[in-house]
């Protein structure tokens, strides 16, 4: 669930019916948006005579960052963001306060606004390994499938496992070499948008003190690494506070 401060109209509302949408785009951004944006209506609508203006617009100066967008819903639909990931937020916060009925797309509450997300980070872990259900099976257009739909919902950062030589594990179902679908996995992260981190777990005989140390090892100049002790700790401590105590000492003693 992502937190948004809105803006909004303040205009009695009713429903909005849509039979179908032409769509006006100009900068590199602003068409690849509005691709993805047909796509998501061609699964939901078919197309006919009586179409609604839907704008894609670049503001680069009057929204914070680049998770900021705005709706304008008059006549036509107007979505503006700074970049293809505000886009993507700004039609995906449309498209979910729409219902669909007979060939229609009916929206059934007045979004029009500034939307600024509260949280920064909004992340996901979607590692390439054998212990999730379904993911080792999945092909790198299913992959993305999975960032578009994660951005659905407000998520900014998508977070893969490292690969390890020789302790990485792959099953008869993986259809591509660890490292190889890495590589690919954040390119097409970069296509929308959208951040990658890696997880980057501490093995069982690492104390909390090599993890950190680490970590400002593997972290280059001008990037960012996210210290977070998770999982169980064993009994080794007397509970989750002590551990986080412990750990945050020894971060603020390294810096």
């Not at 949408?21 to 699964?43: P, R």
């Not at 008059?74 to 995906?92: E, H, L, N």
Request: a negative charge; glycine letters at 4%; one cysteine or more.
């Amino acid at each position: 669930h992502t937190n948004l401060h809105a803006l909004s109209s303040s205009l009695v509302y009713s429903f909005i019916l849509f039979k179908s949408f032409v769509i006006f785009a100009e900068t590199k951004d602003e068409i690849y948006a509005s691709e993805l944006f047909s796509n998501e209506l061609n699964k939901r609508i078919n197309n006919n005579s009586q179409k609604t203006e839907v704008i894609f617009k670049t503001d680069v100066s009057s929204l914070p960052d680049n998770d900021s967008y705005s709706i304008e819903i008059s006549d036509k639909i107007i979505f503006t963001a700074k970049t293809i990931r505000g886009f993507i937020f700004a039609y995906s916060h449309f498209l979910r306060k729409c219902e669909v009925k007979d060939n229609k797309i009916i929206l059934i509450k007045d979004i029009s606004g500034i939307y600024i997300p509260e949280k920064k980070i909004r992340g996901h872990q979607i590692g390439y390994r054998t212990t999730p259900n379904t993911y080792d099976a999945w092909n790198y257009e299913q992959y993305f499938q999975y960032y578009l739909d994660m951005m659905a919902f407000g998520t900014n950062t998508c977070e893969h496992i490292p690969y390890e030589k020789g302790v990485s594990k792959r099953n008869c179902l993986m259809q591509y070499d660890e490292e190889e679908f890495l590589i690919e996995a954040s390119r097409l992260a970069d296509t929308i948008d959208m951040d990658v981190s890696l997880w980057h777990p501490n093995s069982d005989d690492e104390t909390l003190e090599e993890a950190v140390e680490k970590s400002f090892e593997l972290t280059k100049s001008g990037k960012a690494c996210l210290l977070s002790p998770a999982a169980a700790s064993f009994d080794k401590f007397k509970n989750f506070e002590v551990r986080g105590k412990f750990y945050k000492d020894i971060v603020l003693n390294k810096i």
